[in-house]
T-cell receptor, first 114, second 114 residues
Framework: AQKITQTQPGMFVQEKEAVTLDCTYDTSDQSYGLFWYKQPSSGEMIFLIYQGSYDEQNATEGRYSLNFQKARKSANLVISASQLGDSAMYFCAIPSGGSYIPTFGRGTSLIVHP | DSGVTQTPKHLITATGQRVTLRCSPRSGDLSVYWYQQSLDQGLQFLIQYYNGEERAKGNILERFSAQQFPDLHSELNLSSLELGDSALYFC?????????????FGQGTRLTVV
């Protein structure tokens, strides 16, 4: 079964600085995808970025990028130029099983200080 | 806007009661997932439907049931409610021809059982 581990319960960063949120995963699948979601205090789950296991380049979406290291089974999210609105919970997820059910980690709480 | 619509946003009900949560997936998405998010359990997968049929079950209690209708909207029925059922319930959708596996979430229904 797929498993996601997010070891940082909480992270703090100064506004305008970059921050890396860690995610390691375990899967027996050869082909898979990894996703990151953001959950602000309002509660909604916002899809941020996707990385396919066979993608040759690390995924980027605006200020979000993935530091994907397949051999280490890690897919860390890098947020550049942090903004106050980035304060939220961040979840890493991997599809499980033939039905691609997203399996989530416990999340990392990010607080951006002015 | 994820394109996934959940109603109602908030629900307060008494123990022993029954409630129905509604979800309209993104246009063209065939898979609907239901998740429960509580502080101590994180994001727990409950059940998945694909094109009207139950595809996978997770940690769903027998008091809970779901269905997906021909127009692909889905309902999650929670009965004999207990205080511990208070949580944020998410619907997500994904899938469909030519689409990637990432799931898009609705804004959630915050259920409070008193």
């Amino acid at each position: 079964a797929q498993k996601i581990t997010q070891t940082q319960p909480g992270m703090f960063v100064q506004e305008k600085e970059a921050v890396t949120l860690d995610c390691t995963y375990d899967t027996s699948d050869q082909s898979y995808g990894l996703f990151w979601y953001k959950q602000p205090s309002s509660g909604e789950m916002i899809f941020l970025i996707y990385q396919g296991s066979y993608d040759e380049q690390n995924a980027t979406e605006g200020r979000y990028s993935l530091n994907f290291q397949k051999a280490r089974k890690s897919a860390n999210l890098v947020i550049s130029a942090s903004q106050l609105g980035d304060s939220a919970m961040y979840f890493c997820a991997i599809p499980s099983g033939g039905s691609y059910i997203p399996t989530f980690g416990r999340g990392t709480s990010l607080i951006v200080h002015p | 806007d994820s394109g996934v619509t959940q109603t109602p946003k908030h629900l307060i009900t008494a123990t022993g009661q029954r409630v129905t949560l509604r979800c309209s997936p993104r246009s063209g998405d065939l898979s609907v997932y239901w998740y429960q998010q509580s502080l101590d359990q994180g994001l727990q997968f409950l059940i998945q439907y694909y094109n009207g049929e139950e595809r996978a079950k997770g940690n769903i209690l027998e008091r809970f049931s779901a269905q997906q209708f021909p127009d692909l909207h889905s309902e999650l029925n929670l009965s004999s409610l207990e205080l511990g059922d208070s949580a944020l319930y998410f619907c997500a959708s994904s899938g469909g021809p030519g689409r990637r596996a990432e799931a898009f979430f609705g804004q959630g229904t915050r259920l409070t059982v008193v």
